[in-house]
């Protein structure tokens, strides 16, 4: 299967806890974008990033999240201090280059914060 | 990016064709229709995309008006594996922000059997 894989599919956390989502994008793709949808909502944009580089972090809260995409493994979104209202479902996205090209979607992380 | 309405709900027998409009009166020239969906509780599945010419793929086919303001997405020969939410994004083809996908409430398509 080539498509985008994200893991854990289900996290549980307690508050004050941190959580780790990965995404492996498809194959020969380098372009990593991640969405958040919280319940009752439509996806949002969070994060897009290349290999090594943030590009653009403009819909990630200020604080307790971050984001990478090392040279080599997946692209790993960190929420530390998990609060309640972090709980959702996440996904990853990703593109064989930036501009333009169509996104392909993981079948998300479903974040829990107890 | 261009703001699109869609009916907050269709409904369409099994085996009927499906066909899903979306208003989009601001497009601009350069910019795109996309369709996904959302199974639920799944990832956004990319459906097909145009900028001014009909498309299409083994899922489906888009069909864009001659002025650009409406298009609509057609599912053949509907199934039940057919009923998820469908959304209809307008994005720039480049530069800008265009990487960043804006997901309306899109339209809740149930089918039945």
């Known amino acids: 299967n080539a498509g985008v894989m994200q893991n854990p599919r289900h996290l549980v956390r307690r508050r004050g806890q941190e959580a780790r989502l990965r995404c492996s994008p498809m194959k020969g793709h380098s372009h990593v974008y991640w969405y958040r949808q919280l319940p009752e909502e439509g996806l949002k944009f969070m994060v897009y990033l290349q290999k090594e580089n943030i590009i653009d972090e403009s819909g990630m809260p200020k604080e307790r999240f971050s984001a990478e995409f090392p040279k080599e493994g997946p692209s790993i979104l960190r929420i530390q201090q998990v609060v309640r209202g972090d709980s959702a479902a996440y996904f990853c996205?990703?593109?064989?280059?930036?501009?333009?090209?169509?996104?392909?979607f993981g079948p998300g992380t479903r974040l829990l914060v107890l | 990016d261009a703001k699109t309405t869609q009916p907050p709900s269709m409904d369409c027998a099994e085996g009927r064709a499906a066909n899903l409009p979306c208003n989009h009166s601001t497009i601009s020239g350069n910019e795109y229709v996309y369709w996904y969906r959302q199974i639920h509780s799944q990832g956004p599945q990319y459906i097909i995309h145009g900028l001014k010419n009909n498309e299409t793929n083994e899922m489906a086919s888009l069909i864009i008006t001659e002025d650009r303001k409406s298009s609509t997405l057609i599912l053949p020969h509907a199934t039940l594996r057919d009923t998820a939410v469908y959304y209809c994004i307008v994005r720039v083809a480049s530069g800008g922000s265009n990487y960043k996908l804006t997901f309306g409430k899109g339209t809740l398509l149930t089918v039945n059997p």
């Open positions: 996205a990703s593109s064989r280059t930036g501009q333009g090209e169509t996104q392909y």
